[in-house]
């Protein structure tokens, strides 16, 4: 039985490590939905996710968040306003060793922010990148006049996505006192 008080989901490109950031968190054994990748243009990996993955953390203060994986391939677009509804917000991965990130970052925000404003980004897969620089992320949000947080995380290490949770309640938090 599901018993959450509320949820952030995971969102983002095929491979980017969004079943990854889960696991790093649940304090519950993850339900995943991961399937034989038949996608190796899209992404070499051996699974990859073909429906909503879920996991649990709860707070230092009790609060208790599901965390809902979504399936990164376009494909399965049609749930992803679904798993959205009533969401705190959603960490948008997408994987740095993409041939095209910018246009994968533009592409799942682009979708994205029509279900929230409460986004924060995380870049992944650095470490095995690094002849490519990042600076291009800050520079494509802020020629488009984007404030969200950005961040550069391993999706296997749990303070990387702490700290990502930490700034969706932060700035919800703030945009709550704002209309108030």
Same mark, same amino acid.
């Given at each position: ?34 399937? @034989?990748?038949?996608? =190796? +243009?899209?992404? $070499?990996?051996?699974? *990859?996710? &073909?429906?909503?993955?879920? !996991?649990?953390? #709860? ?52 979708? @994205?922010?029509?279900? =929230? +404003?409460?986004? $924060?980004?995380?870049? *992944?897969? &650095?470490?095995?990148?690094? !002849?490519?620089? #990042? ?46």
């Amino acid at each position: 039985m599901i018993l959450q008080q509320y949820k952030i989901v995971f969102a983002g490109s095929m491979g980017a490590g969004k079943t990854e950031a889960i696991r790093s968190l649940s304090e519950v054994p993850v339900l995943a939905t991961e399937a @034989f990748n038949t996608d =190796t +243009q899209a992404h $070499s990996k051996a699974e *990859t996710t &073909v429906g909503i993955d879920y !996991g649990e953390i #709860t707070l230092d203060d009790g609060v208790k968040i599901g965390l809902y994986g979504t399936p990164g391939q376009t494909r399965f677009d049609f749930i992803w306003p679904v798993i959205c509804q009533g969401a705190l917000g959603v960490i948008l991965l997408v994987d740095h060793n993409s041939k095209v990130p910018i246009e994968e970052l533009e592409g799942y925000l682009d979708t @994205f922010k029509d279900y =929230t +404003q409460n986004i $924060s980004i995380g870049i *992944t897969h &650095v470490d095995e990148n690094k !002849g490519q620089s #990042t600076t291009m992320y800050r520079e494509w949000l802020t020629q488009n006049n984007y404030q969200y947080p950005l961040f550069f995380i391993d999706a296997r290490k749990q303070e990387h996505i702490l700290l990502m949770i930490e700034s969706l309640i932060a700035t919800l938090e703030v945009n709550l006192k704002a209309t108030h």
